[in-house]
Nanobody
Framework: QVQLVESGGGLVQAGGSLRLSCAASGRAFDSSTMGWFRQAPGKEREFVGTISRSGITTAYADSVKIRFTISRDNAKNTVYLQMNSLKPEDTAVYYC???????????????????WGQGTQVTVSS
């Protein structure tokens, strides 16, 4: 069982940076593939990035590749999303998610994730 709480969102000007954190509780955290997703008003939830259980492998949406970096610190039960060179189109509520520990691979698909945080708002002004 994994419970997730996001933090670090806020208002930033275009070109700025933010680091989102997702604090997890539960012994299975280091056995869980993690993902970040985002949803803008009136739009479908979209994939942002994912990271393997070990933190060795990652994958990103093309729209954020190079600009965003996902990482994790299993000792702190925390996954991060470092966002640089932010654009107004990055404005959204950002969610972290965890797959069931039963599954061992990264995924770009929201339906593959079992546990979700409440989200944190990121607003990028022009």
């Amino acid at each position: 069982q994994v419970q997730l709480v996001e933090s670090g969102g806020g208002l930033v000007q275009a070109g700025g940076s933010l680091r989102l954190s997702c604090a997890a509780s539960g012994r299975a955290f280091d056995s869980s593939t993690m993902g970040w997703f985002r949803q803008a008003p009136g739009k479908e939830r979209e994939f942002v990035g994912t990271i393997s259980r070990s933190g060795i492998t990652t994958a990103y949406a093309d729209s954020v590749k190079i600009r965003f970096t996902i990482s994790r610190d299993n000792a702190k039960n925390t996954v991060y999303l470092q966002m640089n060179s932010l654009k107004p189109e990055d404005t959204a509520v950002y969610y972290c998610a965890a797959r069931s520990p039963y599954f061992t691979t990264i995924s770009r698909t929201s339906n593959d994730y079992t546990y979700w945080g409440q989200g944190t708002q990121v607003t990028v002004s022009s």
